[in-house]
């Protein structure tokens, strides 16, 4: 059995939004707002397609044994080197072994399939064993142009052999016409067109059909047997009438990917194939077709094989590791269509020493270092002697791939100096995990982006492009790893800082205590030991219980007994903190206890009893443990509210007084510890303890652990904590946050006639109003709001007589729109619009149009066949006449999603002025 074997792909990371070529170049070329849909993918100053299909072949290399490769094919038709064989600079690149044959295929858009024919027949003739193909283009054309919209950088690769197939070749056919429909002269930079619907109905049309159904005759098979139909065609609606012709259900098609990336030139049929496999299952046919000059049409089918390959990114993966850009202007620096002035240090000759780059290719294009014989020590670059003090060993290294090694920033820099066509120009020590470090220039990323500890993976980009002699050297970068931040060099840390936990001998403050210890912080476990109602003369078990869980996990804490409801015992946990370890940074005051009952039965003591412990045990604790955190000039403390305080709970006014006051004792200690970087925030937690184990149903009991609320607080206990004065909620993996919010401003009345009762009446629609309610910082800033009255630009109202219109607002507009729709307009009309308006008077709309009637409701649509972007001051503008919807397009003030042309349809269809 012969056929495919491994495959890989390679798209760059940045994805430029069309939109934004014509958003630039609208005013020159308005016709590419056709095709100003979607993304197309770009390289990256460093990226070429060299670089992509060593990208591309890593991939397919996936825990592959690369010495089994005895054919490499590269097909291109944007290859930097006319005289120079790139297949073996791509070669050299992956450490493939020097007894290969390769070889360039070139000056057709067919290139990969071609290639793929050939590595077949190479191996069927058994003169090779195994071939990887690999087709690879980054086209240049005009700016402003639709094919600059259709194209887009990037690379696949595939491996045919006779082992381990995934996908079996079941035959091909070739047609080889000379139908040109674009060329590039010899010295030219850009291919010349010819008009789009000529490619469309004598290219697309029918060169692909015919090759495809000679296919089908030569194999004995037909259309209605193909799982997947895989062909490039950039025309959307042609390719189900494609597909039609050659026999096939045009829901067999695959995704184009022009919404993606764009057309990829000789690697487009290969891109495509590799997305196909990437969720391809046993037994489906793919029939895969290759346009240019003619037509090749291939045939395979998968394998079970294909579910026991190795993970790897293969199209969908590269397709989603992305960012997206709206640059245009970087996008033409990158492709040199714009050359700006690099300054007089981009002046340094660039000129390559070939003998060096020969004498050094391993080191320089494989990124082969060595690994010492006698101590295991790797090293980079390769040398006589062993770097290691202890070894120091003479002629012992061994070649050492560092290509595939993990690794890691050491140090970094952002140099503004230096020439970059990118700037800062970043780069710093990578230190390999498995040892051996080097000095690299970094790629993908900001500065923003790159963090000591941050892991990295070795990349092959292009270092620079001698401009007299167009020569392009190569070399290897460092490229931060997708979402590896978070993970890896994000983590809050707590080293050194010492913790007062308050009723951390189970449930909440327990697993608050273990959290803080694994990550660095000194602990004390407060703990009065006594029963959910406070009654009891106390136990030391639960504090040493903690304790002694922290210390297994090679922590440093202490237990207390001290009763927070009084002075003296909130005094004391402090104390004995600073005995202990020197300091007080935190405090997490959770202690609590319950007496619930209604409020006709609710006894002094039980209200009082309640208020000690959550009010004054908060006060008694944090009093001397604030004075410490603003002499040092830092601090964190969390309060512990709860939904009973903040909404209300029937049997517990004791319990909701208590914790509602402690939002408004957060609410001064903020202002009073703000200069000192003291962050003061409550936290209103829903978990399971035993003082919620006979309130919540048991199927609810069980999934409230503790654990959910557990990162929030380390958050808030943390240097990195930003917020302060804050309520969270918290509680089975939900997070959200509360707040007290402040109406707008209603005056009535004045100096001459005092507001009456009736007066309240009348307006109690606008004084109960919470539209454009804010939040207030303190006491003088809220009054300062109330006694100032009515802004004109804040929202606030003034009372008026029933039946004043007012400003119109989007609101307004949407209601008016069945008004002024004109369905006579609207025969044979049948689309969604949809409307997402920011701004306080902003809001989500849909529009329907279908059957010549108009539906206009609040909300989002499933399926909308456009989407309308804009603020809701600009939107009020244009519907009244006041903004161009062209100037706003061409502004970035109005942006439109999905179907643009059908958006012109709105004027036809209401007259809104």
Known sequence: MIGITSYGAFVPRYRLSRSSIFQTMGWFAPAIMMVAQGERSMCNWDEDPITMAVGAGRDCLTEYDKQQIDGLYLASTSLPFMDRQNAGIVSTALNLSEHIATADFTSSQRAGTSAL??????????????VMVIGTDARETKPAYFYEMWYGDGAASVTIGSKDVIAEYKGSFSLTRDFVDHYKGKGRRFDYFWEERWVRDEGFSKIIPEAVNGLFEKIGMTGDKVDKFVFPCFFAKDRKKIAKLCGIDPSRVTDPLHEVCGDTGAAHA?????????????????????????????????????????PRDGAHGTLENKLSIDNYAKFLVFRQLIEPDMGIRAEAPLQTALTALYRNRKMLLGLVGGKCRECGTPQFPKSKVCVNPHCEAMHSQDDYEFAGQPARVKTFTGDMLSVSVDPPNIYGMVQFDNGGRMMADFTDCSIDDVKVGLPVEMVFRRRVVDPERKFSSYFWKAKPIAGAAV???????????????????????????????????????????GSRD?????????AEVVVKEIQDLGGEAIANYDNVATAKGGEN???????????????????????????????PENWDAVLAVHLTGAYNVTRPAFAIMKEKGFGRIIMTTSAA??????????????????????????????????????????AASRLTEDIMPPEIFEKMKPEYVVPLVTYLASEECEPTGNIFNAGMGYYNRAAIMTGNTVQIGDNDKLPTPEDIHKNWDAINSLEGAKELSDLNTAMMDLLSGPQASGGAEKAQPAGDAGDVTPQVVFDMMPGVFKPEAAAGVNVVFQYSISGPTGGDWNVTVKDQKCQVKKGTAKKPTCTIKMADDNFVKMVTGKLNPMKAYSSGDLKIEGDIMKSQLIEKLFTLK
Do not use: W
Not at 506 to 521: K, P, V
Not at 534 to 542: A, L, M, N, T
Not at 573 to 602: C, E, P, Q, W, Y
């Open 487 to 529: 993970d890896e060099v994000d983590k809050l840390t707590m080293d050194g800082r010492v913790a007062v936990i308050t009723g951390a001998g189970g449930g909440l403050g327990r697993a608050y205590a273990l959290e803080f210890a694994r990550r660095g912080a000194k602990v004390v476990v407060n703990d009065l030991g």
């Open 645 to 686: 305080g903040l909404y209300g709970n029937f049997g517990q006014t004791n319990y909701s007084s208590a914790k509602m006051a402690l939002v408004g004792f957060m609410n001064t200690l903020k202002l009073e510890g703000g200069k000192y970087n003291i962050k003061v925030n409550t936290v209103a937690p829903l």
């Open 117 to 130: 024919i050939h590595a077949v027949e190479s191996v069927k003739s058994k003169e090779k064993n195994n």
């Open 270 to 310: 290969l891109l495509m194939l590799a997305a196909a496999l990437d969720d391809a299952k046993p037994g489906e046919i793919i029939v895969v077709a290759g346009f240019g000059q003619g037509c090749d049409a291939l045939c395979f089918k998968v394998t079970k094989n294909i579910a026991t390959l190795a």
């Open 573 to 603: 946990i402090i104390k004995a903190a600073v005995k202990a370890f020197g300091t007080v940074d935190i405090v997490v005051n959770n202690a609590g206890i319950l007496r619930d009952k209604s409020f006709l039965k609710m006894e």
């Open 534 to 542: 406070g009654s009891g003369k106390g136990s030391k078990s639960p």
